[in-house]
């Protein structure tokens, strides 16, 4: 009973752990690209911004290692996996409309359980 109460102030952890294919899907599908081009090695601004959010949801939703979010992403190094989330994790300190965006792909992701 105590848990029926309590599982509408505290969220109950997701049944299944979020995998690394569906927060790639999820995060294209939000910014209608293909999940391909994101994952793939094109550079045009419109790709890189995604797949910088893509990496840095994997980095807070999973409990993958910066060499797995980079193999994802056709095999980057660690060290793009890095600089992807710091520069995510600083834009969000100021920029309102990519607060908005993570947090309505947080959302969708864990919607879908």
């Given at each position: 009973m105590a848990q029926r109460i309590l599982s509408d102030i505290i969220p109950v952890a997701d049944a299944q752990p979020l995998s690394i294919p569906f927060i790639q899907d999820t995060v294209a599908d939000y910014y209608g690209i293909p999940v391909e081009e994101m994952k793939g090695k094109r550079r045009d601004k419109h790709i890189v911004f995604p797949r910088q959010v893509s990496m840095y949801l994997i980095r807070e939703e999973t409990d993958s290692s910066l060499p797995v979010i980079g193999d994802a992403f056709s095999g980057r190094d660690h060290t793009t996996a890095l600089h992807a989330i710091d520069k995510i994790t600083e834009l969000l300190r100021e920029d309102s409309r990519l607060q908005?965006?993570?947090?309505?792909?947080?959302?969708r992701l864990h919607a879908h359980g």
């Open positions: 908005s965006d993570i947090r309505q792909l947080r959302e």
